[in-house]
């Protein structure tokens, strides 16, 4: 009888517990989360959380590149390029080692061109590090 | 309650049959039209109200506990809905690999075509199942971007709703009824924002459900909805594969434990396990990175034991597990207990099969992803098992209590 109360009682437990969490866990955290989701803005938001760095070069990248254009990558997949490639679609991320220096497009899309802040010109290139990414221009 | 348990039945069996034509489309190289899963969601909600008044008989009287719980259903419902809709996922795998594929599958074929088969073009995971983004790009194609994440909170009812089912297929009290499924849908992992959560994005929770009704089938002796459960579970996650063979083993050793072959049971079971090893041992034996196996283990016992995870489910398992059978009972269904054993040990596999993984990082989010899968099915054996131990008890006090027992009784006294 006294087994059967211990099974009860955690059986209560698991139960107490998960209504338990609703208000704070489930409904206000989520709120917050998402409040601060959409003020900070996707990227940002996931670049802070993931501690990695160049969020603004994505965010370069959405607002001065046409939807129908093909980006270059080079360096580290795994990291801050998996944000990359998520956000920049349906402008496919496309592997530069393997894109001939004077090729104008890649994956049926030209190649995203532009100037970067500081003048350099040419065709994009987004460089992956474990934590950080860089832009550059291809040389 | 009894109009929404077979709802979610239906939409397992209905998600099993989209399943199997989706792979016939992707076998053709197409993807089926978005209307196709419209059908999927709506044809179990019109069976399910159609085939309410044959139920009428058969259902339970609602009293508080009943109402308390749809309550909270409910609350939880418009939350996770409101994180589902409000923003992309807010989390890493979510936004990178699932979500990135859902908008993939939604927009232009030709960029779809280059994505899965151009290796210069960046694609996380390119080789995962498709099915959870194509349920949520055909729900897009027609409910928008943020509609297609909908997706999650629908399947989440589907597992309450599959909990409950089990609930009320055992014959439980309102109070059992109720604990059984609030305790198997409000799960912390899958309710509190965090990676595998239901608003995640990730598969997780496409796993959950179709293993919910695996183990809902094997708890009601619903052979159609292990089928169903065991197809979708198939096709959703690379791991898969591997639990619908866990599903069949489990199934063919509780099958020959109960015409008395035991030992045949067990035979079979630890030769299958040991060819296993050989098999692994001669593929990669020298591969293998064996020094990890101790650290492995600790990591996922102590991730069993996380309470803000899976709450008191693998506590309260364990204690039933090691009771002796005169104090708790027998295992409500032994083949349920053995696919629960089974997924907990197959579960550290990854870490030991790809040795670039690396451990630390792996513990703290796949291991805890994986044992998630399993925490539902583990929760609903539970209280099955507790439910069926309260009842044998009342049967038994019934028993006493008729008078040609009661005189047995004074007789031995």
């Known amino acids: ?139 | 309650m009894t109009t929404f348990a077979s709802f979610a039945r239906a939409t397992l069996c209905a998600l099993a049959v989209y399943a199997l034509v989706a792979q016939g489309f992707f076998a053709c190289g197409t993807l089926p039209p978005a209307w196709l899963f419209l059908v999927a969601l709506g044809a179990p909600l019109a069976v399910a109200v159609a085939t309410r008044a044959t139920r009428a008989r058969t259902r339970p009287r609602t009293d508080v506990f009943d109402l308390a719980s749809v309550f909270l259903v409910a609350v939880v419902f418009a939350a996770l809905c409101y994180g589902a809709w409000a923003t992309p996922s807010r989390e890493w795998d979510g936004y990178v690999a699932w979500g990135l594929k859902a908008k993939v599958l939604f927009g232009d074929p030709v960029l779809r075509e280059a994505f899965f088969s151009d290796p210069l073009v960046n694609a996380h995971s390119r080789d995962y199942p498709l099915l959870q983004p194509l349920c949520q790009a055909s729900l897009a194609q027609i409910a928008g971007e943020a509609g297609g994440r909908l997706l999650f909170p629908w399947l989440w009812l589907v597992l309450a709703g599959l909990a409950l089912r089990s609930a009320l297929a055992l014959g439980a009290d309102s109070r059992m009824r109720s604990a059984t499924w609030i305790g198997a849908a409000l799960m912390p992992a899958l309710v509190a924002p965090g990676g595998g959560a239901v608003d995640s994005g990730y598969a997780e929770l496409f796993v959950t459900t179709a293993l919910s009704g695996v183990a809902c089938g094997m708890l009601t002796k619903d052979a159609v909805l292990v089928v169903a459960g065991t197809v979708v579970v198939a096709l959703v996650k690379p791991e898969g594969p591997a639990y619908a063979g866990l599903v069949l083993l489990a199934l063919a050793a509780a099958g020959l434990r109960a015409r008395g072959r035991s030992k045949t049971a067990l035979g079979i079971v630890a030769a299958l396990g040991v060819a296993s090893v050989i098999a692994l041992l001669a593929t990669r034996g020298r591969s293998l990175p064996y020094e990890r196996l101790p650290d492995v283990l600790l990591g996922e016992t102590t991730s069993l034991l996380v309470v803000r995870r899976y709450g008191f489910v693998w506590i309260l398992l364990g204690v039933l597990a090691v009771l002796p059978r005169r104090v708790v009972g027998a295992c409500p269904s032994p083949a349920l207990g053995w696919l629960v054993i089974g997924g907990l040990l197959v579960a550290p596999a990854p870490f030991l099969l790809w040795p670039d993984v690396t451990v630390e990082h792996h513990l703290r989010s796949s291991m805890a992803r994986l044992l998630l899968h399993w925490a539902t099915p583990g929760w609903l054996l539970a209280m099955a098992w507790l439910a069926r131990n309260g009842v044998d008890r009342a049967e038994r006090r019934d028993e006493l209590d008729t008078p040609r027992d009661r005189g047995a009784s004074t007789m031995s006294a």
Do not use: Y
């Not at chain 1, 501690?51 to 070069?57: I, S």
């Not at chain 1, 920049?88 to 530069?96: D, G, H, Q, S």
């Open chain 1, 1 to 139: 009888m006294r087994l059967r109360a211990v099974l009860i009682a955690l059986a209560g437990a698991h139960l107490a517990f998960c209504i338990g969490r609703v208000p704070h866990a489930v409904v206000w955290k989520r709120w917050q989360e998402i409040t601060a989701f959409r003020s900070e803005g996707d990227l940002e938001n996931l670049f802070r959380r993931a501690e990695l760095e160049g969020a603004q070069h994505v965010r370069w990248l959405q607002q001065n590149t046409p939807e129908r254009s093909a980006i270059l990558f080079a360096g580290e997949i795994k990291g801050p390029l998996e944000f990359a490639a998520a956000a920049l679609w349906p402008r496919p991320l496309v592997n530069a080692q393997w894109v001939g220096a004077q090729a104008t497009e890649a994956a049926g899309r030209p190649l995203a061109q532009g100037t970067l802040p500081d003048g350099a010109s040419g065709a994009l290139l987004l460089r992956g590090e474990r934590r950080a990414l860089h832009l550059e221009v291809r040389r």
